[in-house]
């Protein structure tokens, strides 16, 4: 359809109401951030909006004398989107190398890189489900999720529009047709498997593109319908206000972020959509002239902005300030500087870089736009990571001298470190201080039950072992397999793990995941079948701030079944838990002796495993070497002790190997 031809050319016009909307969306999206620590449901709003305006700049020119361009369209896309991104990312790096704790590095190292190439959703997605990659320090860059979600929609639905136009051009098909049947039909695929996706996994759908989609073709739609709706003013007012109502209300009513993006989600893509038809006749009525007011159009236009200042600083403030919410005053403080900042970013970025219109004539400028902008945050992100892993090496290169751990309890003698050493594990190493395996479980040892993949590894030279230990549980058992692994190799050992994070081998534990039963059953069934000489397990649990550690429930008919198939069981005492994360707060604290706690206030006055004892049952407390004199320190031998609030880190573990060789046998068997 040619430019201002055919039915319903209102629907080319500028539209100030629909701006209007994008600042009603925005604010919800910062004050329930802010204020009411929810998700608003505004996201979901943006995200058809941008499906909206991308189809409509296509259908307009799609059988005209200019059709698009589709890759030249694409670049100026991202040339216009990426600057004000760019311009964040590199703030929240300053920020974060300045007030964040070390802790969090890593993570926002991995984080910007997935923000600058649109990535983000799919390692949330991936960490959602994730029970190593959790954080007590929330991210600075999370909302980048949308942002992520929104740039692949965009290429996608370019690809998508320039088949239609294509299709449009050549056949001579209406436009508004074959665009219709091409976003219809995605959006009954994604919203079926969103649907499906969300009841199964809701955690990682939230951040699935495919589990969006639908709300992209639902705006597309939209474009294609508004010239054929035709509505009465009153009618139009009453849908209109009743969408924003919706809209105001989804928050408080839903919860977005534990139910979306399955049927729920429907509820803010309607209360959109029929604003927007609300304000699409000849005459504005309902919300569209309050949408359409000076103040609405500013913030509308400072809304991509605003979005991309408002999370950083908000997570800025809890961190510095050691809150879980910015409350009344710090929420306020909060928005009045990203209203300032958004202004000043729209100002000096994003606005000329869209006023900028000369890359329309080559795609080398907004190429060129994209790479200059790229390199302005990947220079100082890949220079912080370079000085971060060369000042790593030259630490662990004196770890034997300066950071003995568990040793200086076994040899009083030796010589204390250097006061300016450095404490082992390095903040920036924590994501490797799970223990871990060599490789997946091969030949004879290889899973057959799918719940188990992905949950069996084995130590390099297993194969060839002569007897092996199956280390069997959750991830305390995982960690005190640092421990075990200097002694197996010593003595000739083989180790397998069958580990599942958060899945001991006791039963209906609080907080265990719902997979637990099954995956139990299925790697004490695997276990059996390996026959190893030994398995080793955890089999008491501890708790924060209590002395009442106790056997894990049914956990004596684990050991019970394992000695009647005649497999040994090393049955582990827990170690100590603490209500806060040790590692934060030795590393962040003037004085890491303040951190310690006594033993009993995690940890009963005698071992409760004792009731396990019996023919083949060996009992391991390593209690002494990591709470020596009923206490608990966050520091011993210069080695933290603990890598969260209740995971020994794997380099102490490590150092833990000589006092748990002697509580173990010789000879297995």
Known sequence: MAQGSGPGDGRWAYRPDIDGLRAVAVLLVVTYHVWFGRVSGGVDVFLMLSAFFLTRGFLRRMDGPNPVRPVRHLLGMF???????????????????????????????????????????????????????????????????????????????????????LLVRRRGWAADRVVGVAFGAVFLVSFTYSVLITAADQRSAYFDTGARLWEFAAGSLLVVALPYVRLGDRVRAVVGWAGLAGLLALGMV???????????????????????????????????????????GMLGRDAYSLYLVHWPLLITLLVVTGRSNAGLTGGALVIAVSLVLARGLTAVVDAPVRAWRRSDSSPLIPLAVLAVTTAVVV??????????????????????????????????????????????????????????????????????????????SEARGTQRAGQTVVVIGD?????????????????????????????????????????????????????????????????TRSNPGEDDEALRPGI????????????????????????????????????????????????????????????????????????????????????????????????????????LAEQLPARLG
């Not at 959509?273 to 699409?280: D, R």
């Not at 707060?585 to 951190?595: A, F, R, T």
């Open 79 to 165: 040339r216009r989107l990426l600057p004000a991104a760019a311009v964040t990312l590199l703030a929240v790096l300053a920020l974060v190398r300045t007030v964040y704790p070390p802790t969090i590095w890593n993570f926002v190292w991995e984080q910007t890189w997935a923000s600058l190439f649109y990535v983000q959703n799919r390692v949330l997605a991936a960490d959602a489900v994730d029970y190593y990659a959790r954080s007590e320090t929330p991210s600075p860059l999370q909302h980048f999720w949308s942002l992520s979600v929104q740039g692949q929609a965009f290429v996608l639905w370019v690809a998508i529009l320039a088949v239609c136009q």
């Open 254 to 296: 839903v919860d977005v972020q534990g139910g979306f993006p399955g049927f729920l989600a429907l509820w803010p893509v309607l209360c959109a959509a029929a604003v927007v038809l609300s304000g699409s006749g000849a005459q504005p009525v309902g919300p569209a002239r309050f949408l359409a007011s000076r103040a609405f």
């Open 379 to 456: 220079t100082p992100l890949a220079g912080w990571q370079v000085a971060s892993a060369i000042q790593d090496r030259e630490v662990q290169a004196r770890a034997l001298l300066d950071n003995p751990g568990a040793a200086v309890l076994r040899d009083p003698t030796l010589p204390q470190p250097s006061a300016d050493a450095a404490l082992l594990p390095l903040p920036t190493q924590l994501e490797d201080e799970w223990v871990q395996l060599d490789q997946e479980c091969s030949g004879v040892r290889a899973v057959q039950d799918d719940i188990l993949r992905g949950t069996c």
């Open 475 to 539: 991830s305390h058992a995982q960690q005190a397999t640092g421990a075990l692994l200097p002694v197996a190799a010593e003595r000739g050992w083989g180790v397998v793990f069958l580990i599942k994070g958060g899945c001991s081998m006791g039963v209906d534990e609080p907080g265990m995941d719902p997979s637990c039963p099954d995956w139990r059953e299925a790697a004490i069934s695997h276990a059996e079948q390996l026959a190893p000489a030994a398995v080793m397990t955890v089999v």
């Open 556 to 659: 004596d008919r684990f050991v019970e079944r394992m000695t009647d198939a005649g497999i040994d069981v090393f049955a582990v005492r827990d170690n100590a838990r603490f209500s806060f994360d040790m590692f934060g707060c030795v590393v962040n604290s003037e004085n890491p002796i303040d951190c310690a706690v006594p033993q009993s206030s995690s940890l009963a006055e005698s071992n409760p495993a004792a009731r396990l004892a019996g023919p083949g049952v060996r009992m391991i407390d390593l209690t002494p070497w990591i709470c020596p004199e009923d206490f608990c320190p966050g520091i011993i031998g210069n080695v933290v002790v603990y890598r969260d609030d209740n995971h020994l880190s794997r380099t102490y573990a490590t150092t833990l190997a000589p006092s």
